[in-house]
């Protein structure tokens, strides 16, 4: 990274960090740019060298947080481009330590933006992430288990939602409880449900 693609790195992170902030107390569609650069410690003009509006800024800090969110899978290999096919069932069981360690982890040390994300999934463009995520793999993944088709997305809403909640109480509580507990307690109220349908 040359000295003006990291200046211009660093200028968009204090971008989306000051929007984020921004998020914490207020509706997107009362945060203005003065705002936002005043929080990100730069001028009007270098805003507009960056976005044409402040939808381009939200756009791009949706896709900070989603980046950041999956770089925290790299240890520990997780592919979404998995073969949903062909793969055999154990290597398809996502609900683990080693996957929700991860997990955890990011919204421990993140808690500020874990709670803003869930005041604003709609804003942050969430909820179409969420239809692709199940398109391409949380349907796939649940015919294998030999979900009924028709009942996918309930059980799917069924399961996130837990495990939200789950989270959610833990990061309302700071996080007190270690990540091992939290970890064990979503593979018990999760993983005996997927065995009601599995066939195999």
Not at 5 to 13: D, H, L, Q, R
């Amino acid at each position: 990274m040359n000295k003006n693609e990291s200046k211009y790195f660093n200028t968009a992170k204090k971008m989306d960090e000051a929007l984020l902030t921004l998020l914490e107390t207020k509706d997107f569609e009362y945060i203005s740019i003065k705002e936002i650069c005043s929080v990100a410690g730069v001028n009007r003009s270098t805003f507009y060298l960056h976005y044409e509006n402040t939808n381009d800024l939200l756009k791009e800090t949706s896709d900070y947080i989603i980046d950041n969110f999956f770089a925290c899978f790299s240890t520990v290999g997780a592919n979404v481009s998995i073969d949903y096919s062909n793969s055999k069932l154990e290597d398809l069981v996502f609900i683990t330590h080693e996957f929700l360690t991860p997990y955890l982890t990011y919204i421990k040390e993140n808690q500020r933006i874990f709670a803003t994300c869930l005041k604003h999934l709609h804003s942050l463009n969430f909820n179409t992430l969420y239809k692709s995520m199940f398109d391409n793999i949380f349907n796939p993944l649940l015919e294998r288990f030999n979900f009924p088709e028709n009942e996918r997305r309930y059980i799917m809403k069924f399961y996130l939602t837990g495990i939200t909640a789950i989270v959610t109480e833990w990061s309302n509580n700071k996080c007190v409880d270690s990540i091992e507990d939290i970890s064990k307690i979503i593979i018990h109220c999760v993983v005996g449900q997927a065995k009601i349908y599995d066939k195999n």
